[in-house]
């Protein structure tokens, strides 16, 4: 699992932000290939659920995609209880043999909870409203942990936060993609 766990770690910034009123998901649009910018412009955040959720991944895109796809399912089995769909689809990640080779964190948000979703069957709610993934999301999360209490604005926040990891880690750029859900 030590192995897997620096392929997904390295190369994106995912934040999610929660203020009283909104919950913000961001995500820089650097897919790197070792030392190479493959793409800038990617989309690595989304609705799903009826656009009820957002969701972000770090990591191999067509796991990220099966694993929103199978949170998906859970919900519709699970409707408006994201916290129970996600620890079904933690519990499926961990114990199914297809599934735990998938290489993926998954930041997911609805109106009430923040999770993120790991592959060693981990369903996490952060503190402090803010959480985030991938190779700048130390530097993001440590920006949004110091500006929560001086930014109402969760957009803007995670904007803030989002530019000074791009400013730092060589993976993330600022052409970031923002979903916003007031709470």
Same mark, same amino acid.
């Given at each position: 699992?030590?192995?897997?766990?620096?392929?997904?770690?390295?190369?994106?910034?995912?934040?999610?932000?929660?203020?009283?009123?909104?919950?913000?998901?961001?995500?820089?649009?650097?897919?790197?290939?070792?030392?190479?910018i493959?793409?800038? *412009?990617a989309?690595?955040?989304?609705?799903?659920?009826?656009? +009820?959720?957002?969701?972000?991944?770090?990591?191999?895109t067509?796991?990220?995609?099966t694993?929103?796809?199978?949170?998906?399912?859970?919900?519709?089995?699970?409707p408006?209880?994201?916290?129970?769909?996600?620890?079904?689809?933690?519990?499926?990640?961990?114990?199914?043999?297809?599934?735990?080779?998938?290489?993926?964190?998954?930041?997911?948000?609805?109106? +009430?909870?923040?999770?993120v979703?790991?592959?060693?069957?981990?369903?996490?709610?952060?503190?402090h409203?803010?959480v985030?993934?991938g190779?700048g999301?130390?530097?993001?999360?440590?920006?949004?942990r110091?500006?929560?209490?001086?930014?109402?604005?969760?957009?803007?926040?995670?904007?803030?936060?989002?530019?000074?990891?791009?400013?730092?880690?060589?993976?993330? *750029?600022?052409?970031?993609?923002?979903?916003?859900?007031?709470?």
């Open positions: 699992m030590e192995n897997q766990n620096t392929a997904f770690w390295h190369g994106t910034t995912i934040l999610a932000v929660r203020t009283p009123r909104q919950v913000a998901l961001l995500s820089d649009g650097q897919v790197s290939m070792g030392q190479t493959m793409k800038g *412009n989309r690595k955040v989304r609705r799903i659920g009826n656009g +009820d959720i957002l969701a972000g991944f770090a990591g191999a067509a796991d990220a995609f694993l929103f796809e199978r949170l998906e399912q859970k919900l519709e089995r699970f408006g209880q994201l916290q129970r769909a996600a620890v079904e689809l933690a519990k499926d990640w961990r114990t199914e043999k297809y599934l735990q080779k998938l290489e993926a964190l998954l930041i997911v948000a609805d109106r +009430d909870t923040t999770l979703i790991t592959g060693a069957g981990d369903v996490l709610e952060p503190e409203g803010v985030a993934i190779s999301g130390n530097y993001a999360l440590a920006a949004a110091a500006l929560i209490g001086y930014e109402t604005d969760a957009e803007a926040l995670g904007r803030k936060a989002m530019g000074i990891a791009a400013d730092i880690c060589v993976y993330t *750029n600022d052409n970031f993609t923002v979903e916003v859900m007031d709470v």
